[in-house]
């Protein structure tokens, strides 16, 4: 017995049953592959692999954007530090202007280290 190609279930062992079966489901968006648009029927199962494609384009973008999160905080968090250094040597300025020069130490530091 010869059997088409995408009618088969391995699950049912049978002919697809479409609509019937509860694992027959409307897809819709763009294809991972192509960026065309799509709005079929079929097997959850068969649009596993397509899925999971897109799945992982979504990690992709994710991390990249928390990446990008990550380098803003970085560059916020040093010129805190910077502000907070200033600010503590400013009432002191007159007595002690090393604290003066570390912050500019640090901030040497931090661009050769850039």
């Given at each position: ?9 391995p699950?049912?062992k ?7 079966c ?10 991972p592959?192509t960026?065309?648009?799509v709005?079929?029927?079929?097997c959850?199962?068969?649009?596993l692999?397509v899925?999971?494609?897109e799945?992982?384009?979504q990690?992709r973008q ?9 380098n803003e905080m970085?560059k916020q968090?040093?010129?805190?530090a910077?502000l907070?250094?200033?600010a ?10 090393k604290?003066?020069?570390d912050v500019?130490?640090i901030?040497?530091d ?5």
């Amino acid at each position: 017995m010869k059997i088409e190609q995408g009618t088969y279930c391995p699950l049912l062992k049978k002919k697809c049953i479409g609509m019937e079966c509860s694992w027959f489901i409307n897809v819709r968006g763009f294809n991972p592959n192509t960026g065309q648009q799509v709005d079929e029927w079929g097997c959850s199962i068969a649009w596993l692999p397509v899925l999971m494609i897109e799945n992982s384009q979504q990690q992709r973008q994710t991390g990249a954007a928390v990446e990008s999160f990550r380098n803003e905080m970085v560059k916020q968090n040093a010129e805190t530090a910077k502000l907070l250094l200033l600010a503590a040597a400013a009432p002191q300025k007159r007595k002690s202007p090393k604290l003066l020069k570390d912050v500019t130490v640090i901030e040497q530091d931090k661009n050769e280290n850039s």
